[in-house]
């Protein structure tokens, strides 16, 4: 999801735009401990890491256990060629598969696997007991 934003072409006063940086940044250093931390505890205990955990929740919490590939590219916050990696990945290590729609062949689902439904319930706990931890 984008913001929409309006560019002004009026500056900011100078306290405005202090203010405006310490947020930004403060906002940048929270993301980067919240990912560290995530990425460190999935990875060591899953073997996955946060953007493969963001895609197996989207799939598992959606319809049939499956999404369109743009809709997955779009939940877990990548460009298309990393998502496309990203799902190649997965696919690699049977947590997801490729299939094609039936209504339009061109459009390629991603599909949730039994293994990869399995990893996204053994996962759920350690990515909300970390995401407890450091955003409570």
């Not at 990425?39 to 999404?67: M, N, W, Y």
């Not at 990945?89 to 729609?101: A, I, W």
Request: aromatic share 2%; hydrophobic share 40%.
């Amino acid at each position: 999801m984008h913001a929409n934003v309006r560019l002004v072409s009026a500056s900011i006063a100078d306290g405005a735009d202090e203010q405006l940086l310490d947020e930004w940044h403060a906002l940048l250093a929270r993301h980067a401990t919240v990912c560290g931390a995530l990425e460190a505890e999935l990875r060591r205990r899953h073997d996955i890491g946060v953007s493969e955990f963001e895609a197996l929740e989207r799939l598992a919490t959606g319809p049939q256990g499956k999404c369109r590939g743009v809709e997955l590219t779009e939940a877990v916050h990548l460009s298309q060629s990393a998502a496309s990696r990203l799902v190649a990945r997965m696919e690699r290590d049977g947590l997801v598969e490729r299939t094609t729609c039936p209504d339009d062949r061109r459009a390629i689902f991603i599909a949730l696997t039994d293994a990869g439904r399995q990893r996204y319930r053994e996962a759920k706990p350690t990515q909300r007991a970390v995401l407890a931890a450091t955003m409570g």
